[in-house]
Protein backbone atom coordinates (compact mmCIF):
# COMPACT_ATOMS: atom_id res chain seq x y z
CA UNK A 1 0.00 0.00 0.00
CA UNK A 2 1.70 3.05 -1.14
CA UNK A 3 0.47 7.03 0.35
CA UNK A 4 -0.79 8.44 -2.44
CA UNK A 5 0.39 11.85 -1.32
CA UNK A 6 4.10 10.11 -1.32
CA UNK A 7 3.61 9.34 -4.79
CA UNK A 8 1.89 12.60 -6.26
CA UNK A 9 4.73 14.87 -4.39
CA UNK A 10 7.75 12.34 -5.91
CA UNK A 11 6.09 12.77 -8.79
CA UNK A 12 6.47 16.88 -8.70
CA UNK A 13 10.21 15.90 -7.91
CA UNK A 14 11.20 14.15 -10.55
CA UNK A 15 9.73 15.85 -12.85
CA UNK A 16 11.82 18.93 -11.51
CA UNK A 17 14.63 16.71 -11.63
CA UNK A 18 14.36 15.86 -15.39
CA UNK A 19 13.86 19.01 -16.58
CA UNK A 20 16.80 20.41 -14.88
CA UNK A 21 19.46 17.68 -14.35
CA UNK A 22 21.64 16.20 -17.22
CA UNK A 23 23.79 13.36 -17.00
CA UNK A 24 26.92 15.34 -18.12
CA UNK A 25 26.28 17.49 -14.36
CA UNK A 26 28.96 17.17 -11.68
CA UNK A 27 27.78 16.18 -8.06
CA UNK A 28 27.78 19.87 -6.80
CA UNK A 29 25.73 21.12 -10.30
CA UNK A 30 23.03 18.85 -9.08
CA UNK A 31 23.26 19.42 -5.78
CA UNK A 32 22.79 23.20 -6.45
CA UNK A 33 20.15 22.48 -8.74
CA UNK A 34 18.36 20.59 -5.90
CA UNK A 35 18.98 23.71 -3.40
CA UNK A 36 17.60 26.82 -5.68
CA UNK A 37 14.38 24.45 -5.92
CA UNK A 38 14.30 24.21 -2.12
CA UNK A 39 15.73 28.04 -1.73
CA UNK A 40 12.99 29.32 -4.07
CA UNK A 41 10.23 27.99 -1.46
CA UNK A 42 8.91 30.09 1.19
CA UNK A 43 10.03 29.50 4.91
CA UNK A 44 7.02 28.50 6.58
CA UNK A 45 7.50 26.94 10.30
CA UNK A 46 4.02 24.78 10.02
CA UNK A 47 5.38 22.11 7.73
CA UNK A 48 8.35 20.21 8.30
CA UNK A 49 8.33 17.46 5.32
CA UNK A 50 8.53 17.08 1.59
CA UNK A 51 5.33 16.98 1.38
CA UNK A 52 4.42 19.92 3.10
CA UNK A 53 6.72 22.01 1.28
CA UNK A 54 5.44 20.85 -2.22
CA UNK A 55 2.08 20.91 -1.82
CA UNK A 56 2.01 24.16 0.79
CA UNK A 57 4.54 25.47 -1.46
CA UNK A 58 7.12 26.14 1.67
CA UNK A 59 8.50 24.63 4.49
CA UNK A 60 10.78 24.80 7.60
CA UNK A 61 14.36 23.76 7.88
CA UNK A 62 13.23 20.38 8.62
CA UNK A 63 11.05 20.02 5.23
CA UNK A 64 13.82 21.96 3.35
CA UNK A 65 16.35 19.13 4.42
CA UNK A 66 13.79 16.59 3.74
CA UNK A 67 13.09 17.65 0.75
CA UNK A 68 16.45 18.20 -0.39
CA UNK A 69 17.50 14.45 1.01
CA UNK A 70 14.71 13.36 -0.89
CA UNK A 71 15.95 14.86 -4.16
CA UNK A 72 19.51 13.52 -3.63
CA UNK A 73 18.75 10.02 -3.64
CA UNK A 74 16.38 10.41 -6.66
CA UNK A 75 19.55 11.43 -8.77
CA UNK A 76 21.84 8.42 -7.08
CA UNK A 77 23.56 10.10 -4.65
CA UNK A 78 23.41 9.01 -0.66
CA UNK A 79 22.26 11.47 1.47
CA UNK A 80 20.62 12.22 4.93
CA UNK A 81 19.82 15.39 8.20
CA UNK A 82 22.39 16.69 9.30
CA UNK A 83 21.88 18.41 12.85
CA UNK A 84 22.74 21.94 12.34
CA UNK A 85 22.14 23.70 15.95
CA UNK A 86 25.69 23.51 16.67
CA UNK A 87 26.44 25.62 13.62
CA UNK A 88 27.37 29.09 14.63
CA UNK A 89 23.94 31.57 14.59
CA UNK A 90 21.83 28.32 14.38
CA UNK A 91 18.51 28.03 16.05
CA UNK A 92 17.91 25.22 18.11
CA UNK A 93 16.26 22.49 16.44
CA UNK A 94 18.05 23.46 12.87
CA UNK A 95 18.96 21.06 10.03
CA UNK A 96 20.43 20.90 6.51
CA UNK A 97 21.45 17.83 4.55
CA UNK A 98 24.52 15.85 3.96
CA UNK A 99 25.45 13.98 0.73
CA UNK A 100 27.48 11.99 -0.77
CA UNK A 101 28.95 10.79 -4.82
CA UNK A 102 30.87 7.32 -3.83
CA UNK A 103 33.86 10.29 -3.59
CA UNK A 104 33.10 13.54 -2.13
CA UNK A 105 30.64 15.04 0.92
CA UNK A 106 28.56 17.84 0.83
CA UNK A 107 26.74 19.39 3.03
CA UNK A 108 23.95 21.30 1.75
CA UNK A 109 21.83 24.38 3.42
CA UNK A 110 18.71 25.62 2.10
CA UNK A 111 17.03 26.18 4.91
CA UNK A 112 16.95 29.55 6.25
CA UNK A 113 14.03 31.96 7.49
CA UNK A 114 13.77 34.71 4.72
CA UNK A 115 11.93 35.72 1.81
CA UNK A 116 12.05 33.14 -1.36
CA UNK A 117 14.52 33.09 -3.10
CA UNK A 118 16.58 31.82 -0.10
CA UNK A 119 20.08 31.91 0.51
CA UNK A 120 21.64 28.26 0.01
CA UNK A 121 25.03 26.75 -0.49
CA UNK A 122 26.53 23.56 -1.26
CA UNK A 123 29.88 23.12 0.34
CA UNK A 124 32.20 20.05 -0.72
CA UNK A 125 33.64 18.53 3.01
CA UNK A 126 37.12 17.83 3.31
CA UNK A 127 36.33 15.75 6.83
CA UNK A 128 33.08 14.47 8.40
CA UNK A 129 34.26 16.27 11.58
CA UNK A 130 32.44 19.86 12.13
CA UNK A 131 34.54 22.08 13.87
CA UNK A 132 34.65 25.68 14.97
CA UNK A 133 36.71 28.30 16.64
CA UNK A 134 36.80 27.84 20.71
CA UNK A 135 37.33 31.32 22.17
CA UNK A 136 37.89 30.33 25.99
CA UNK A 137 40.49 27.82 24.81
CA UNK A 138 41.70 29.66 22.04
CA UNK A 139 41.62 26.90 19.50
CA UNK A 140 39.34 25.15 17.02
CA UNK A 141 37.22 22.06 18.41
CA UNK A 142 35.26 19.28 17.14
CA UNK A 143 31.58 20.10 18.26
CA UNK A 144 29.76 17.08 15.47
CA UNK A 145 30.10 13.91 13.33
CA UNK A 146 27.95 14.83 10.29
CA UNK A 147 28.56 10.86 9.07
CA UNK A 148 25.12 8.81 8.15
CA UNK A 149 26.56 6.51 10.85
CA UNK A 150 28.87 6.84 13.30
CA UNK A 151 32.09 3.90 13.17
CA UNK A 152 32.72 1.78 16.20
CA UNK A 153 35.90 2.99 15.97
CA UNK A 154 36.17 6.81 16.23
CA UNK A 155 39.75 8.53 15.82
CA UNK A 156 39.43 12.43 15.77
CA UNK A 157 41.82 13.91 13.37
CA UNK A 158 44.54 16.28 14.77
CA UNK A 159 44.69 18.73 12.07
CA UNK A 160 41.39 19.66 9.65
CA UNK A 161 41.88 21.72 6.58
CA UNK A 162 45.26 23.01 7.94
CA UNK A 163 43.78 24.02 11.65
CA UNK A 164 44.88 21.95 14.57
CA UNK A 165 42.36 20.81 16.40
CA UNK A 166 42.98 21.91 20.32
CA UNK A 167 39.39 20.41 21.65
CA UNK A 168 36.67 18.76 21.86
CA UNK A 169 33.58 20.40 22.13
CA UNK A 170 30.56 19.73 25.00
CA UNK A 171 28.18 17.02 24.33
CA UNK A 172 30.02 16.33 21.34
CA UNK A 173 29.06 12.36 21.12
CA UNK A 174 26.50 12.40 23.88
CA UNK A 175 24.25 9.44 23.71
CA UNK A 176 25.72 7.33 21.35
CA UNK A 177 25.05 3.97 20.85
CA UNK A 178 27.55 2.41 18.04
CA UNK A 179 30.79 3.56 18.81
CA UNK A 180 33.00 0.90 20.60
CA UNK A 181 36.36 2.46 20.64
CA UNK A 182 37.66 6.53 20.56
CA UNK A 183 40.78 7.28 20.07
CA UNK A 184 41.83 11.48 21.17
CA UNK A 185 44.86 13.04 19.33
CA UNK A 186 47.82 14.84 21.12
CA UNK A 187 46.63 17.81 20.01
CA UNK A 188 43.69 18.05 22.05
CA UNK A 189 44.23 19.56 25.41
CA UNK A 190 40.51 19.98 26.67
CA UNK A 191 37.75 17.62 26.33
CA UNK A 192 34.51 19.14 26.93
CA UNK A 193 31.41 18.66 29.47
CA UNK A 194 29.25 14.85 28.65
CA UNK A 195 31.42 14.94 25.69
CA UNK A 196 31.29 11.34 25.37
CA UNK A 197 27.82 11.18 28.12
CA UNK A 198 26.09 7.94 27.47
CA UNK A 199 27.99 6.19 25.00
CA UNK A 200 26.49 3.18 26.28
CA UNK A 201 28.88 0.33 23.80
CA UNK A 202 32.01 2.51 24.53
CA UNK A 203 34.84 -0.08 24.98
CA UNK A 204 37.79 1.48 24.57
CA UNK A 205 39.33 4.96 25.54
CA UNK A 206 42.83 6.16 24.43
CA UNK A 207 43.95 9.60 25.56
CA UNK A 208 47.18 11.55 24.83
CA UNK A 209 49.12 13.02 27.41
CA UNK A 210 48.48 16.47 26.52
CA UNK A 211 45.11 16.69 27.87
CA UNK A 212 44.68 19.80 30.32
CA UNK A 213 41.31 19.62 31.01
CA UNK A 214 38.56 17.04 31.03
CA UNK A 215 34.90 18.71 31.64
CA UNK A 216 31.81 17.48 34.57
CA UNK A 217 30.37 14.07 32.81
CA UNK A 218 32.59 13.31 29.91
CA UNK A 219 32.73 9.79 30.61
CA UNK A 220 29.58 9.25 32.56
CA UNK A 221 27.08 6.16 31.63
CA UNK A 222 29.12 4.36 29.79
CA UNK A 223 28.40 1.11 31.66
CA UNK A 224 30.79 -1.07 28.44
CA UNK A 225 33.84 1.04 29.17
CA UNK A 226 36.66 -1.27 30.19
CA UNK A 227 39.81 0.14 29.03
CA UNK A 228 41.29 3.61 29.56
CA UNK A 229 44.93 4.20 27.89
CA UNK A 230 46.46 7.40 29.77
CA UNK A 231 49.72 8.70 28.83
Known amino acids: ?????????????????????TSGMTTPQKLDVIAKYVANKKYDYLYS??????????????????????????????????S???????????????????????EVEAGYNMTPPRIYYVTKRSSLFSYKYN????????????????PEKLVIPSVIEGNQIGAVGDSFLTLNSDVKEITVPSSVKY???????????LEKLTISGSIERIGNYAFAFCPGLREIVLP
Open 49 to 82: SKNGMVLSGGGDCWASTHTIVAMAKMVGLDAWSR
Open 1 to 21: VDDYTDNYVDGILREYLSQNI
Open 191 to 201: IGESAFNSCTK
Open 135 to 150: STHKCYEVFQYDGKTI
Open 84 to 106: GKKDPGAGSGHMNAMAFDGTDYY
